[in-house]
């Protein structure tokens, strides 16, 4: 019976060397019809960044639009009576506002960029994907990360001729549960921005 095990075991060890061998080292990349013909190669911060190298931001305005809406709406949150939440229909309108209210006083002190909802030297355009706000009962029976609250988007950000010269997407899972989407929204313009910003000025 040792023996049969001792086998099992080795060729447990060589097919998983065999597997590591087919790896490959190159970092992940993502594509999508969002960012044209860009391809976004996998961030330390964030899941999938690009920066055109050539374009300097620091101390840019950016003129943030409404975000796309793509995510469906959680069958609860109409019914959701929290006082800083928000109509699903004017949620990316909300996501702008808590962008500009939030991220400039954290992002301009460092690199000089304001974000602004007026007229500026580059467009930030982006949409919700997904969004979770997660389950308090998942958390409580299954843990291991079970029933977190999660929100997927994409971004980017123009020059005036249309040029992408930075662009993201990223999931923000985290390790609780989420009142409303507003809560989670000003996780990401207080966590996710400036890690963006701090991953090409660095």
């Known amino acids: 019976m040792t023996r049969i095990f001792t086998k099992l075991l080795l060729l447990a060890i060589a097919a998983t060397l065999l597997l590591c061998l087919g790896c490959s080292s190159e970092p992940e990349v993502f594509r999508s019809e969002y960012f044209g013909d860009l391809v ?46 928000v109509r699903w229909a004017d949620a990316g309108k909300r ?7 939030k991220a400039t006083p954290e992002i301009k002190p460092k690199y000089g960029i304001a ?35 999660y929100l997927t988007f994409d ?19 985290a390790a609780r549960v989420y009142d409303d989407l507003v809560d989670l929204m000003n996780d990401v313009a207080d966590d996710e921005l400036p890690d963006l910003f701090k991953t090409i000025f660095k």
Do not use: C, W
């Not at 996501?95 to 209210?101: G, L, R, V």
């Not at 355009?125 to 029933?147: D, P, T």
């Not at 662009?167 to 899972?173: F, T």
């Open 40 to 85: 976004l190669k996998e961030g330390d911060d964030l899941d999938y960044i690009y920066h055109d190298a050539a374009v300097n931001l620091r101390n840019a305005t950016i003129q943030v639009m409404d975000f796309e809406m793509l995510a469906p709406e959680p069958e609860d949150e109409a019914d959701e009576d929290d006082q800083d939440d």
């Open 95 to 101: 996501f702008k506002e808590i962008i500009i209210q």
């Open 115 to 149: 974000f602004t909802s007026g007229g500026a030297d580059y467009v930030m355009k982006g949409r919700i994907l997904e969004f979770n706000r997660g389950s308090r009962a998942a958390r409580f029976f299954v843990g291991f990360g079970a029933g977190s609250g």
């Open 155 to 173: 971004m980017k950000i123009m020059d005036k001729s249309g040029k992408i010269v930075l662009a993201a997407h990223h999931k923000r899972l």
